[in-house]
């Protein structure tokens, strides 16, 4: 029992009054003797001893009926937390796409919400996460407005994030009394989340009533010619087999093919639809199926045929570049030192030096500004180098210097698997290759060196050297057949191809949203203008960062829809691009909670919004007794009238 005005109790020491009373008021009997009254001693006796009783049972009632008022003043209550502190609620619901579907009652995430707003109680303050947002120490009002708001959406949230965002909160000394509760579907693998958890945590788990997924995973495109060309489509399939489900693909609003197929169990099929070329497609692919997720069931992709890089070789003739840049991705351009034309240089995204014994101050003047204006570079140096040329270049790009020249044959072992250059090349780790040689290299210090390919004696045989506007490529070794084997070595395609891929960042076939996306855009800004992505729904200023010739743009957090965007400047659309929604959003693997309570005891879990609510507005209802003290009093007053009224001495 507890009480809301404890200090009342204090006045408990008044009831030694009464009794104080009782004690004065105790009559003393005075013994009269008589003749021939023996008969009267039994009565005698009667009254005095039924007088003492009537006085104990008034001072007992009149006890009573003090204890009972003062009780009733305290206003006690029955309760398991404090009638003067409020109980704070931290509530994260996910709101995330794969939540958008059909559960037993409904729209699963509408119904939650429906819920949530009619079982949580007025008289608790809560903090509220979803997945776009935290809102902290509101009302239920306040509450409820948020949630009739809340939809889906693509947006994710670390839920190490969200713990530690509550645990914060919870820090502050005016909360002391608190609940968390986490209403998700607990989708993909969270479970590292909550080792070693010690607060006590509600696990309410969302659950659909639908168990079979069809998705399209991605796309891609194969055979191109003149003519056609030839569009994979990758799509998955979660559940049971399903036959002959129709597929659409548009471009823009025309269809262009129909047809339908049919998925194995748990299984991923690739598609192949040959399509016409076309300078400019804007594909959409329709699955039509109703499954557990619909947002799946459509995809985006532009394809511009007419986006290549442009790359300058200056210096000697090699044969191995222009096999790697082809013309159907490339514009590859090879000049002499003597006959270079200075004013292409600015159109370039990548810049080769290759085997230059001298770098005139013309051209090192050029490449800087070329540099500086987001061009990379790759140096690639002769035999015969003169260190101080290329120290010179080195050094007015912030880059480090050439420490020395070294003759010695050494096996090029190292590859730097985890490097961006290496991204989806190795199916796993090379170690039984057959290594490449060179004869002499160039020591090179640079502070801000990444290795590519490293010497067996762990120098940089091929190394990236980057600064706030550009990246340099450092080949140590020349790469004719006198001083190296390595054009023979498979390795070169992939590095040269993607560090000429990787100078231009085209537009993609697609992206995705949530992802770090980034898209080279060949236009010039004027100071104050910026380019805009939009669509007949939206419109959001990514960031950019502007060049000579280019600028380079980075989407994240937005878009949040999947569609077809515009990259406009002013007015005028320069470039389309197709963004499409996460695809981990369409897969089936959930959270085993049961693991989780293994080795958590402080953690519960349910299926039913309904049910963790009821439970804690149970357990945090206050029963308030004052009403029955007070009923007390008034039958310990009612109590004394009688004994006054029908006791007799």
């Known amino acids: 029992m507890q009480f809301k005005n404890p200090e009342i109790l204090y006045f408990l020491a008044l009831l030694i009054i009464p009794i104080l009373v009782h004690l004065f008021q105790l009559q003393k009997f005075v013994k009269t003797p008589f003749t021939n009254v023996a008969f009267l001693k039994k009565i005698t006796q009667q009254n005095r001893k039924s007088s003492t009783i009537k006085k104990w049972l008034i001072l007992a009632t009149r006890l009573l009926l003090f204890l009972a008022i003062l009780f009733a003043f305290s206003q006690p209550y029955i309760s398991n937390k404090n009638i003067n502190k409020k109980q704070h609620n931290f509530i994260y619901l996910d709101n995330s796409l794969s939540t958008n579907t059909k559960g037993e009652k409904g729209n699963l995430l509408q119904n939650t919400i429906q819920e949530i707003i009619e079982y949580t109680s007025e008289k608790d303050v809560y903090s509220l996460q979803t997945n776009s947002d935290f809102y902290s120490e509101i009302t239920k009002s306040e509450l409820k407005n948020i949630l009739l708001n809340t939809k889906e959406t693509s947006k994710k949230v670390d839920l190490s994030n969200v713990l530690l965002n ?71 399939n979660q559940g049971e087999q399903k036959k002959n489900i129709p597929l659409a693909i548009y471009n823009n609003t025309k269809l262009v093919n129909k047809l339908s197929s049919s998925f194995e169990k748990d299984s991923t099929k690739t598609i192949e639809v040959t399509i016409q070329s076309q300078e400019e497609f804007n594909g959409k692919i329709e699955i039509i199926f109703s499954d557990i997720f619909s947002f799946d069931n459509t995809f985006y992709f532009s394809i ?29 351009t090879h000049n002499f030192v003597k006959n270079i034309n200075y004013n292409i240089i600015d159109k370039q995204q990548l810049i080769i030096l290759n085997e230059l014994e001298n770098i005139p101050e013309i051209l090192i003047n050029k490449i800087i500004d070329f540099s500086n204006n987001g061009g990379n570079v790759i140096i690639i140096p002769a035999e015969n180098s003169k260190k101080d040329t290329y120290n010179l270049l080195l050094n007015k790009l912030d880059l480090g210097k050439i420490i020395s020249k070294k003759t010695d044959s050494l096996k090029i072992t190292d590859i730097n698997f985890s490097h961006p250059i290496f991204k989806n090349v190795f199916s796993k780790k090379i170690t039984n290759f057959q290594y490449p040689f060179v004869k002499s ?79 080279d855009v060949e236009t010039n800004l004027k100071k104050d203008n910026v380019l805009k992505i939009t669509n007949h729904q939206n419109s959001f200023i990514p960031m950019q ?41 369409s897969l089936l693997n959930f959270l085993d909670l049961n693991e989780i309570k293994k080795t958590n005891k402080n953690v519960t879990i349910s299926n039913s919004v309904k049910n963790v609510f009821k439970e804690i507005n149970k357990k945090n209802e206050v029963h308030s007794l004052w009403k029955w003290f007070l009923t007390l009093a008034i039958v310990s007053l009612f109590l004394e009238i009688l004994i006054l009224k029908f006791l007799k001495k």
Do not use: C, M
């Open 166 to 236: 509550f645990n914060t909160k919870k820090n502050n000394k005016t909360i002391s009394l608190y609940k968390t509760i986490l209403i998700s579907d607990f989708q993909n693998t969270y479970k590292s989340e909550f080792t070693n958890v010690t607060p006590t945590f509600s696990f309410i788990k969302l659950k659909s009533t639908l168990k079979n997924n069809l998705s399209i995973d991605s796309v891609f495109t194969t055979n191109k010619n003149g003519l056609n060309f030839t569009l994979n489509i990758v799509v998955k």
């Open 304 to 332: 511009k045929n007419n986006q290549k890089t442009n790359i300058l070789s200056i210096g000697n003739r090699s044969d191995f570049l222009p096999k790697i840049y082809t013309k159907n991705e490339f514009n590859f």
């Open 441 to 519: 290299y160039f020591a090179i210090s640079s502070k801000n060196e990444s290795k590519i390919i490293s010497l067996e004696n762990n120098i940089a045989f091929i190394s990236e050297i980057k600064n706030e506007k550009n990246k340099v490529y450092w080949v140590a070794s020349p790469l004719n057949k006198n001083s190296s084997n390595f054009t023979n070595s498979p390795l070169i395609v992939p590095v040269f191809y993607n560090i000429g891929k990787w100078s231009f960042q085209q537009s993609k076939l697609f992206y995705r949203i949530g992802l770090e996306n980034k898209i």
């Open 545 to 585: 960062q502007k060049f000579k010739n280019k600028v380079s743009i980075t989407t994240n957090d937005q878009p949040l829809k999947s569609g077809f965007y515009n990259i406009v400047k002013n007015v005028d659309t320069i470039q389309k691009l197709a963004y499409n929604y996460p695809k981990e959003e």
